[in-house]
């Protein structure tokens, strides 16, 4: 089992930058690959980003490509999310995922087994 926590939104205006970071605990980080979802009123939950296990390989949706970067610190059992020029459209609820397919990025939530409690993100325009 792991536990997934978190952290780093907030307000921002558009334009501006967010880091969301989260934590892991329980069974061993890295061996997980690791997502980011996100979920805006009345719609479904999205796939934003995900990286595998090693940080070696990361998968974007095309609407954050060039603007939003995933990364991962093994060490510190801590995923990340860098969000950089922001839109409105952005504003969700941001969610971390893992998944124990090592080698394959899966962009459908089905495939991940724990999830964290999420953390809004709000844009202004």
């Known amino acids: 089992q792991v536990q997934l926590v978190e952290s780093g939104g907030g307000l921002v205006q558009a334009g501006g930058s967010l880091r969301l970071s989260c934590a892991a605990s329980g069974r061993t980080f890295s061996d997980y690959n690791m997502g980011w979802f996100r979920q805006a009123p009345g719609k479904e939950r999205e796939f934003v980003a995900g990286?595998?296990?090693?940080?070696?390989?990361?998968l974007y949706v095309d609407s954050v490509k060039g603007r939003f970067t995933i990364s991962r610190d093994n060490a510190k059992n801590t995923v990340y999310l860098q969000m950089n020029s922001l839109k409105p459209e952005d504003t969700a609820v941001y969610y971390c995922?893992?998944?124990?397919?090592?080698?394959?990025?899966?962009?459908?939530?089905?495939?991940?087994?724990?999830w964290g409690q999420g953390t809004q993100v709000t844009v202004s325009s």
């Open positions: 995922a893992a998944d124990r397919s090592w080698g394959v990025i899966y962009s459908t939530p089905s495939h991940y087994e724990h």
């Open positions: 990286i595998t296990w090693s940080g070696g390989r990361t």
